[in-house]
């Protein structure tokens, strides 16, 4: 359940510009009146707009982005730019009309980062650092001195990231944190957490590259 104050932060006109009345023939409560009172300032009647049709909004997301997280930010950012752009609205057109026209166009967007997102951790590795394969030790000497030199390379790659893909790297391929723990420190969803760590995963590959190609 999202909490509208909580999480969209808007400019509120002060309460002594709110007091005009509304044009004759208007519900008080229809989607119009309170479209027409949250132009005015009125921040009351946005939110109530917001209870009325989030889950409307919710359920044309979640089609597009399978995913409740991505569905949920789809909902904050529709209504966010809905607020922003009250003052474009046409009146001819349903309110609801015009959320899911928003709704469709984010989703939109949304559904091809997700697609791409899907694409590389199919070919990312999931888990661990697999992909570098720095090996167990073995009776062989000589091994063993290669090996603790990848790892040393690997420790001097790490260091040199920025904060947040060495963060990424430390949490989900060193510690093991789980993705949603992972969320919860960077402030975002878990895909986006997930993306975050395939990112510094692909950054610290690249920095690496270069590094055992000098050996």
Known sequence: MMVLRSSLR???TPVSDRSKALPAGLDPESDEALVWRAREGDFSAFEKLFERHRDLVYRYAYQMAPRRDDAEDIVQEVFIKAYQ????YRDEAKFTTW?????????????????RRKSL?????????TWMTVGNYSEDPIENIEQEERRALLREAIAALPDHHKNAIMFRDIQEMDYD?????FGCSVGGAKL????AR???????APMLEGE
Request: proline share 0%; no cysteine.
């Open 202 to 208: 692909r950054a610290l590959r690249d920095r690496l």
């Open 85 to 88: 752009n009250l003052k474009r």
């Open 10 to 12: 808007f400019d509120q």
């Open 99 to 115: 959320l899911l026209r928003i709704t469709a166009n984010l989703g939109t967007d949304r559904a091809r980062m997700y697609n």
């Open 181 to 185: 723990d992972i969320a919860a420190f």
């Open 196 to 199: 975050r760590v395939l990112r």
């Open 121 to 129: 951790e199919e070919r990312e590795a999931a888990g661990s650092l």
